[in-house]
């Protein structure tokens, strides 16, 4: 039988070795299952929170979109850290109905504050009241992103709506 050759791949605190023969992959993936999930989900969670936030070219610039009275959000994606690990991520699609169309100005005008301030609240959220293991309270969301709405436009008279809300997580 031939020497074993490894591939070393270095990621953000962790430092995997991985081999390359067919033969032992099965016996290292058991050995270092807890190591490497923990690992893996980190770096799937980074890799997809980005690719999930970016704009498709970085030459584009991150035009909301708008119709008369809804303001479409990017979806948010948040990593749900729990008990000093990733358990997993939180996908939030929403939009927001202003009639008002000074109001709509104003929200477009504030659309990267409006989506920092969303993303910082979810954080908030799934570290402290999301249970992993339960469905998400979709009420305490809204409410949550409702309050956030009018504190950034510092008045009322924008409605959000959600229209997905999803955990993901490992098995």
């Known amino acids: 039988m031939g020497a074993l050759r ?28 807890r190591r490497n999930l923990i690992c893996t989900v980190g770096v799937l969670a980074g890799l997809l929170g980005a690719a999930f936030s970016a704009p498709a070219r970085a030459s584009e610039a991150a035009e909301p979109q708008s119709t008369d009275s809804f303001l479409v959000i990017d979806p948010l994606n948040i990593s749900v850290i729990q008990k000093l690990s990733i358990r997993g991520i939180l996908q939030v699609v929403i939009s927001l109905d202003i009639p008002d169309k000074k109001l709509r100005q104003k929200a477009t005008a504030l659309y990267p504050r409006l989506q920092d301030s969303y993303v910082q ?27 956030t709405t009018n504190s950034v436009l510092r008045e009322k008279g924008a409605t959000v709506l959600l229209s997905q809300v999803m955990v993901q997580r490992p098995n």
């Open 6 to 33: 490894l591939n070393a791949s270095f990621t953000r605190n962790c430092f995997t070795v991985l081999p390359t023969s067919i033969l032992f992959a099965e016996k290292w993936l058991r050995m270092n299952a």
């Open 121 to 147: 609240s979810l954080r908030f959220y799934s570290a402290n009241r999301l249970n992993i293991k339960n469905i998400p309270n979709v009420n305490e969301i809204a409410r949550t992103l409702q309050a």
